[in-house]
């Protein structure tokens, strides 16, 4: 289970995740949780102690139109979701970055930045499509849908607008067997079909496995 925010970024999560009707255009800064990126000795960088093995692509709204999803100018609440993805590979976490699935350069998107930590939202309305219904604003892991139709997105949804593989023997270039788990328990399924259910806790294991899988995710400032 990943760690819990502190309660100070209940308001920056008021307007940086779910609010679709805020008129403030000040940043509110999270708190100073994260750090900047560092490289480890022999591989890739680490965030919050994460590594950073897979950044946001700069196409997410193409690969967003790929995935079989349409972009809009807004976040659409009627249908709102979150479930929490955690990957682990040779039992290292890995970072989920926040912005995929938004156009970080539109001006309608705000930036929230506190201590190397960097998230997005607060959109208001963009003067294009500028998010998909299915995105992450920070990079916690949470997957958020926010639609207009009652409809779950798909694992599969969300690594296409990543832009990497998910298959049952890789993650992007990270091969050897998936193991997936929901909520704890193992799932033996095609990972692509796995639905971002509202709470639902997704924990994907390539190699040697952490010493705990999660089996629920902190959720209060979703």
């Not at 994460?50 to 249908?79: F, N, Q, S």
Request: hydrophobic share 40%.
């Amino acid at each position: 289970m990943r760690a819990a925010i502190p309660a100070v970024l209940a308001l920056a999560a008021a307007l940086a995740g779910c609010s679709s009707d805020d008129d403030d255009q000040t940043a509110v800064a999270e708190p100073t949780t994260a750090s900047s990126p560092t490289a480890t000795a022999s591989g890739p960088a680490m965030i919050d102690g994460k590594l950073l093995l897979w950044p946001r692509p700069d196409d997410t709204l193409d690969r967003t139109a790929d995935a079989g999803l349409t972009a809009e100018d807004r976040e659409h609440l009627a249908y709102h979701v979150h479930a929490h993805l955690d990957i682990f590979v040779d039992g290292q976490p890995v970072l989920v970055p926040a912005g995929i699935g938004i156009n970080i350069a539109d001006p309608g998107v705000k930036t929230f930045t506190d201590g190397g930590r960097t998230g997005y939202g607060g959109i208001t309305a963009c003067g294009q499509p500028c998010i998909s219904p299915l995105h992450t604003h920070d990079p916690d892991g949470i997957l958020h849908t926010e639609a207009e139709s009652n409809h779950p997105n798909t694992l599969g949804e969300f690594f296409t607008e990543w832009g990497i593989v998910l298959s049952s023997d890789c993650i992007a270039d990270r091969c050897g067997g998936v193991h997936a788990y929901l909520d704890g328990q193992e799932f033996s399924g095609d990972l692509t079909t796995i639905e971002l259910t509202d709470q639902r806790e997704i924990a994907l294991v390539v190699g040697t496995p952490p010493a705990d899988i999660p089996s629920r995710a902190d959720f209060s400032f979703a």
